[in-house]
Nanobody
């Protein structure tokens, strides 16, 4: 499966961004969809996930600020990010799991700075 992220950029603290991950397959074929991020010098971490039809989980530090969602008609997964903080700066990746294995997108840079 091919994944293409978009929507990253430079935003001031307190601002918002909405990331998109367009998939080449019907997103309801995936048993797991997730957004991950990797900051310089740090390990990649899970930010938000959808497991099955309704299992939503979030990294503690983004709860209440980030929302993962999906649009089956567009085969697209979104990450709405509000109240952004400098520590949210990272490359954000989309990841899916399905019967053929896992796939990663190429990543999109998010920079939160004044």
């Amino acid at each position: 499966v091919q994944l293409a992220e978009s929507g990253g950029g430079l935003v001031q603290p307190g601002g918002s961004l909405k990331l998109s991950c367009a998939a080449s397959e019907n997103i309801f074929r995936f048993n797991h969809i997730g957004w991950y991020r990797q900051a310089p010098g740090k390990q990649r971490e899970s930010v938000a996930n959808i497991t099955g039809m309704s299992g939503y989980t979030y990294l503690d530090s983004v709860k209440g600020r980030f929302t993962i969602s999906r649009d089956a008609a567009k085969n697209t997964v979104y990450l709405q990010m509000n109240s952004l903080k400098p520590e949210d700066t990272a490359v954000y990746y989309c990841h899916v799991d399905w019967y053929l294995g896992g796939s990663w997108g190429q990543g999109t840079q998010v920079t939160v700075a004044s």
